[in-house]
C-alpha cells in the first residue's frame, strides 16, 4: 500500500469512515459509520487487509470489492503516533465520492459569493459579531461616492480597517447599525429569513455619504440543528434607490402641484411637497407682478418679490428668515446664474441681496434672509418657465443631513421647471380670470343705486370652479314716470363666451325695457332674441349661449306702489312688507329662453313704502354641503335655507340694502365658495308722496283743454316751478289736444314731481304717435315735434287700457 497516493482535497468529517491499520495494511479497528458504508459487521472488517475490502481505480479513489458495492469511495492515508510506545499506525479515511463532491461544490459556493466584488457577505455568530467579510475597498469606493460626486476620502480606509470579529456598529453610523443589528436578531431569534431589505448602511467613517443596501439575511445551524449565527448578502442599490426617490418626488411634484390655478396654493404645495423629503426648509419666492397675472420682473433690481410659500421641518419658522407672505425688493444679485434654469448649492449666505418691505402699521421683525444662516446646506432653484424667471425656490437641509449633492440640483432643477410651469399657467389663468371678471362686473351696475322708487344694493360671488366668472348679473333701470326695473338672469356656463352672452341679453333687456314693455312681453321679445342668437352662431358654444338662459323682470311704480313681474326659469323673489313676515311671491316662472312652451305670465303685488324686495340666484338657496360642495351631503335643504333667508330679511329693521345683502351672504354662502355663480339684489322701495303728484281726468271735448293748462299750472304754481310753466303749458295743450282728436275720451292727465317733472297723458286708443319733421307746406305734424323739442326726454308706452305719453323735463332754478 505504499504506492497509493493520498487525495489532497479535504473530505467531510460528517460523512467520513476511519480504518486503523496495522502491519501489511491489516485493518486492526474501524469507526461505527465503516459497517454502513462498506456493507460488512465490523467484525469481518477487522483483519482484513485493505486491499481486500477496496480495489484501487486511481490515486485518491478506490472501489468495494464486494460485489454490488461499485459506488467510488474518495481515499486519504496518513501516518498518527501511537501514545506512549514511539510506534505509529496508518490511518484510511473513506469518504463516498458523491459526499465529497457535495463538499467540494459548497465550498466553492463559499469562495465564489466571498470573492464577488459587488456582492457582500458576512457571516455573524450567535451575538452579531462578524467573523468573516468578503468587504473590499473596491466595493465600498463604489458604493460610498453619491451619484455625481466623487467617493468619500475616508471610505478605503475604512475598508482596511475593520478587524474581525467586528460589530455592525463598528462599521455603520449609530443610527443605520441599530435597524440593522434589530432585524438580524429577529432572524436568529425566529428564523425568518430577510429578503430584499433596503436600508441606510452609511460607513462610520463616511457619514455625509449616501448608502443603501438590499440585505438578504438567513438563519445557520450547525450539524446538530443548533443556531449558529447568521449569514448576510447585501448589494449596493445606492444607485437604484436614488433613482426611485427621485422618480417618486417627480411623481408627487406633478400630482400635487398645479391641480388648481391658484397661484398662492401652487407655490405652497410646491414647498410642502419637498419638506422633509427633500430639504429641511422651502421657501418659494416670486415676482409680487405675477399676483395680479402680469409679466414677471425677477432679473430687474428694485423688483418687488413675495414669499409666496414656505415649509419647514422645524418645530417654528426661523426668525431670521423671511415667513411666508413677506415682501422684499432686489437690490442685486450676487450671481448671475441666477438669471439662467441652473440651481445653485454654494453656501454664500443669499445668492440675491434684498431688502424687506414693511408694510404700515406692521412689524418689520428680524427676518432679512432668505434661507438660515450658518451651519446647512443651501440649493437655489430659479423657476423658469417660457423663457421667463419668475421667482426663485430656496432650499435649506439641516446640519447632521446629507448636504445637496450634484444630483439633487439636477433633480431640483427638474422639479422647478415642472413647478414653475404650474405656476406660470395660474399666472395665465389669473390674468385671463381677471380679464374676464373685470369685463363681467364691469357689465353690472354699481353695486348701491340710490332712486326716488327704491335704494338698491347688489352682489356678486363668482364660483370656485376654474372657470370662475361667467354670466349671471343683474340690474337696476330707471325707467319713465319714476319707476324702475329690477332685473336678475344667469346665462348657463363660465367663461368669456358667457359673459359675452351675458353682455348681449343684458344690452337687449335695456332697450326693451327703455320702450316701455311690460314684463311679460320683455320676456317674449328676449325668448325670441335667445333663439335668433342661437341660430345665428356658426358653432356651439359648449351650453354659454342664450338659449337656456334665465331672467327675471319687476317693474315698480312708486307712485301707486304696485310691482308687476314675470320670470323665465327663476325662483320668484321674497317680499317683506313692514310689520309682517317675509314671503316668496306666489310668480309661476315660465321655460327659460330660448326653450319655448308656455307663454310668460306676470303677477303684480302692492308694495308699502319701505318693503324689502330680494332678487337671487337659484344657487344661494339650493341644497349643498358646508364647505359648498353641491356634490357632498347636503348640511341644510333647499326649504331651510330659504327659511334662514326669510330670517335674514326679518331681522333687517334699520339695516340699508346693502347691510342686508352682506348678512344674507354671510348666513347662506359663509365661505363664499358656490359651485355656480350667485347675484343678489336687495331693493327697499319707496312711494312718492301725495303732494308730489297730481291727477285730472277729462272727457273728450276741444273744450277741455283750457281747463287742462289752467289745472297744471295752478299746480306749478303750488310746487314753486312756475319757470317749468311755459313749456308744460304747451306740452300738455299739444298732448290733450291731440288724445281728445284722434283716440277718444276720457283722458287722463297726471304730473310728477320727481327729480324731473313728468308730465303723462293716457288715451284709450293703442295707436302710437310718430313723430315727423313738418314741411313748411303742411297744415299739421309739429305738435308732436314741438313737444320733442320742449322736453328732455319724451316717450309712449302701453297700458291695460290703451296707451300713455310722458315727458320729463329738467326742473329750472328759481330766477335770482
Sequence with gaps: MGDVTASPAPLPPDAAVVLVLGADDEVLGCTPGAEDLLGQPAARITGQRLDRLLEYR????????????????RLRLSTVEVAGGGRTRRLATLTPEEAVHRHEEDQAVVRALFSQRLVGIAIHRADLLATRLNIRPEVLLRSTG????????????????????????????????????????????????????????????????????????????????????????????????????????LHAVAERIGATLDLASNAQELARVLVPGFADLAGVDISSRMLGGDEPDWTVPGAQLRRLGGETSRPQWPAEVYPPGARFLIEEFADPRLSDSRALRESWPDA?????????????????????????????????????????????????????????????????????????NARRYTREHRTVETLQRSLLPQPVVELTAARTAGSYVAARTAAGTGGTWYDVIPLSSARVAFVIGDIAGHGLNATATMGRLRTAVQTLADIDLSPEELLTRLDDLAIRLADAEHEPRDGTGAVGATCLYCVYDPVTGDCTMAGA????????????????????????????????????????????????????????????????????????????????????????????????????????????EVALLVARVRCLAEENTAHWSFAADPAVVGEARNAILGRLAEWGLETNAFATELIVSELVTNAIRYAGGPVELRLIRDETLICEVSDPSETQPHLRRARPTDEGGRGLFLVAQLAHRWGSRYTARGKTIWTEQLLEPEPG
Design 58 to 73: 486511481e490515486p485518491g479513489v478506490a472501489l468495494l470489492t464486494r460485489p454490488g458495492h461499485a459506488d467510488p469511495l
Design 146 to 249: 453619491n451619484a455625481g460626486e466623487p467617493p468619500s476620502a475616508g471610505a478605503a480606509d475604512a475598508a482596511r480597517d475593520i478587524a474581525l470579529p467586528a460589530r455592525i456598529a463598528d462599521m455603520l453610523v449609530p443610527d443605520d447599525a441599530a435597524a440593522i443589528s434589530d432585524r438580524m436578531r429577529q432572524v436568529v431569534d425566529s428564523g425568518e429569513p430577510i429578503i430584499d431589505w433596503e436600508h441606510s448602511a452609511r460607513l462610520r467613517d463616511a457619514p455625509d455619504t449616501e448608502r443603501v443596501l438590499s440585505i438578504q439575511v438567513f438563519q445557520l445551524r450547525d450539524p446538530g440543528d443548533r443556531v449558529q449565527g447568521a449569514v448576510s448578502i447585501f448589494t449596493d442599490v445606492t444607485e437604484q434607490y436614488i433613482a426611485r426617490r427621485r422618480m417618486a418626488l
Design 352 to 424: 440675491v441681496r434684498t431688502r424687506r418691505i414693511t408694510l404700515p402699521g406692521t412689524d418689520p421683525g428680524p427676518a432679512a434672509h432668505q434661507l438660515p444662516q450658518g451651519a446647512g446646506s443651501r440649493m437655489i432653484v430659479p423657476l423658469t418657465a417660457r423663457g421667463q424667471v419668475l421667482g426663485a425656490l430656496h432650499l435649506w437641509r439641516a446640519p447632521g443631513r446629507l448636504p445637496f449633492t450634484r444630483q439633487d440640483a439636477w433633480l431640483g432643477e427638474e422639479i422647478g421647471s415642472r413647478a414653475a410651469l404650474s405656476l406660470d
Design 569 to 676: 326659469g327663476r325662483v320668484p323673489p321674497v317680499v317683506a312688507r313692514p310689520g309682517q313676515p317675509p314671503e316668496t311671491v306666489p310668480l309661476k316662472a315660465g321655460p327659460p329662453l330660448g326653450v319655448g312652451g308656455e307663454p310668460y305670465e306676470s303677477v303684480r303685488v302692492r308694495l308699502e313704502p319701505d318693503s324689502w324686495l330680494l332678487l337671487f340666484s337659484d344657487e344661494l338657496v339650493a341644497a349643498r354641503a358646508g364647505d359648498g360642495d353641491i356634490l357632498e351631503p347636503a348640511e341644510h335643504t333647499p326649504e331651510e335655507r330659504m327659511n334662514l333667508l326669510r330670517a335674514e330679511i326679518a331681522a333687517a329693521d334699520g339695516h340699508t340694502p346693502a347691510e342686508l345683502g352682506q348678512s344674507v351672504l354671510d348666513a347662506l354662502l359663509p365661505r363664499r365658495a358656490p359651485d355656480s
